[in-house]
């Protein structure tokens, strides 16, 4: 069933980017399939096939968006050869890094990615800091603050000031909450991501 779901993805992100031409100006195939945390893991070998569909389909750039993690582990040898450009999830207060140490511990591993795939363009597809967060699971025990608006607001400066003084693209996680996300818990860390 899932595999029939995904077909039917990737048919319909076909469509709309080659009815929006204009707007979109890039198609990413999957999202966190890879890394070994997620819960939407699916073979480096069905990724690499959904993305030479995608690719043999579409006239924008393609690529897949994953965490630091994965472009740091071997498969990722065999998919940066699919891709125009490796989209990279970088998230400092999900890896139990405090305020202080955020942006430092970000641009290290920027920096191990582009050293593992030399050469390669690289966009961060997902940085942020969170408002609030829950008290159940692990966010209870990984993320270890401060959060808030005030954290938030130095963590997007100091990412902004960085990315725009090496031309770092960059797409900040995320614009709004999205309250359908993450469990019960009003204050769920995966609901509070927004800036606005």
Avoid at 36 to 62: D, G
Wanted: some cysteine; aromatic content about 14%; proline content about 5%.
């Amino acid at each position: 069933e899932n595999a029939r779901l995904n077909l039917e993805q990737v048919a319909n992100g076909i469509r709309l980017a080659n009815t929006y031409r204009d707007e979109v100006i890039a198609v990413g195939v999957g999202n966190e399939t890879q890394v070994f945390w997620s819960a939407y893991r699916c073979t480096t070998e069905s990724l690499i096939k959904h993305i030479r569909t995608v690719r043999e389909a579409v006239s924008q750039p393609v690529t897949t968006c994953d965490g630091y993690e994965f472009w740091l582990s071997p498969d990722s040898d065999k998919v940066a050869p699919e891709v125009a450009f490796a989209a990279v999830h970088i998230y400092a207060m999900w890896s139990k890094q405090r305020l202080e140490n955020a942006l430092a511990w970000s641009q290290e591993k920027w920096a191990q990615v582009h050293a593992r795939h030399p050469g390669m363009p690289f966009v961060i597809t997902e940085i942020g800091w969170a408002t609030d967060r829950g008290n159940e699971g692990y966010q209870a025990e990984g993320i270890l603050g401060p959060w808030g608006e005030q954290p938030q607001e130095v963590f997007y400066r100091t990412v902004r000031d960085w990315a725009n003084s090496h031309r770092i693209p960059y797409f900040w996680f995320q614009a709004f909450d999205e309250k359908w996300k993450g469990g019960k818990e009003p204050n769920e860390v995966e609901k509070h991501w927004g800036v606005y």
